[in-house]
């Protein structure tokens, strides 16, 4: 059975940095995209930022610049690094591996960024 482990979330003052890690146990079998996507509260899911296997990376344009996603293939990890964060970066992050087969989702890490 897969399982996405999120660490990392926090509270963060604005300016300041944090990273989230994802590491997904069990066996899978053809990751195409690992990625992150965030939900703030009476707000709907969105992308934050996705890597593909190939290491092609796409931002959501709020965090363009602040933003880092990188991944480990060996260990099936991905991490965002995350910088100069502003209170409207407060939301509940999810990670996200897409196979050729199956879409699987973390079970979220608060980040809340407030002075």
């Known amino acids: 059975q897969v399982q996405l482990v999120e660490s990392g979330g926090g509270l963060v003052q604005p300016g300041g940095s944090l990273r989230l890690s994802c590491a997904a146990s069990g066996t899978i079998f053809s990751i195409y995209r690992m990625g992150w996507y965030r939900q703030a509260p009476g707000k709907q899911r969105e992308l934050v930022a996705a890597?593909?296997?190939?290491?092609?990376?796409n931002y959501a344009d709020s965090v363009k610049g602040r933003f880092t996603i990188s991944r480990n293939g060996t260990k099936n990890t991905v991490y965002l690094q995350m910088s100069s964060l502003k209170p409207e970066d407060t939301a509940v992050y999810y990670c996200?591996?897409?196979?050729?087969?199956?879409?699987?989702w973390g079970q979220g890490t608060q980040v809340t960024v407030s002075s």
């Open positions: 890597i593909t296997s190939g290491g092609s990376a």
């Open positions: 996200n591996v897409v196979t050729t087969h199956y879409d699987y």
